[in-house]
């Protein structure tokens, strides 16, 4: 089992940059494939990117492609999610996932993921 928590979240304005952290504790998050969502008020969770276990294989949904990067530092057991040129759409709660069943490719759905952290808020100011 694995224990995640999220960082970094905050208020910015739209055109600003936002890093995410996701720590893992428990057994190490480089077995796991990791992603990260998003969950706006009155909305499903959606996906955002996810990384393979060893950081060679991302995908990002297209509503961020070229604006967010995720990556990972496994020696530090975290995972990032770098954000640029931020829009008032992308205001949400922000949550980190682990998936155990080592898929040799991270997947899109919020289905496959067994743990999740409690969130981190992000909101953008217009």
């Known amino acids: 089992q694995v224990q995640l928590e999220e960082s970094g979240g905050g208020l910015v304005q739209a055109g600003g940059s936002l890093r995410l952290s996701c720590a893992a504790s428990?057994?190490?998050?480089?077995?796991?494939?990791m992603g990260w969502f998003r969950q706006a008020p009155g909305t499903e969770r959606e996906f955002v990117a996810a990384?393979?276990?060893?950081?060679?294989?991302?995908y990002s949904a297209d509503s961020v492609k070229g604006r967010f990067t995720i990556s990972r530092d496994n020696a530090k057991n975290t995972v990032y999610l770098q954000m640029v040129s931020l829009k008032p759409e992308d205001t949400a709660v922000y949550y980190c996932?682990?998936?155990?069943?080592?898929?040799?490719?991270?997947?899109?759905?919020?289905?496959?993921?067994?743990?999740w952290g409690q969130g981190t808020q992000v909101t953008v100011s217009s």
């Open positions: 990384i393979s276990r060893s950081g060679g294989t991302t």
């Open positions: 996932a682990a998936d155990s069943k080592g898929w040799r490719v991270p997947r899109v759905s919020r289905y496959e993921y067994d743990y």
């Open positions: 428990g057994r190490t998050s480089s077995r796991y494939n």
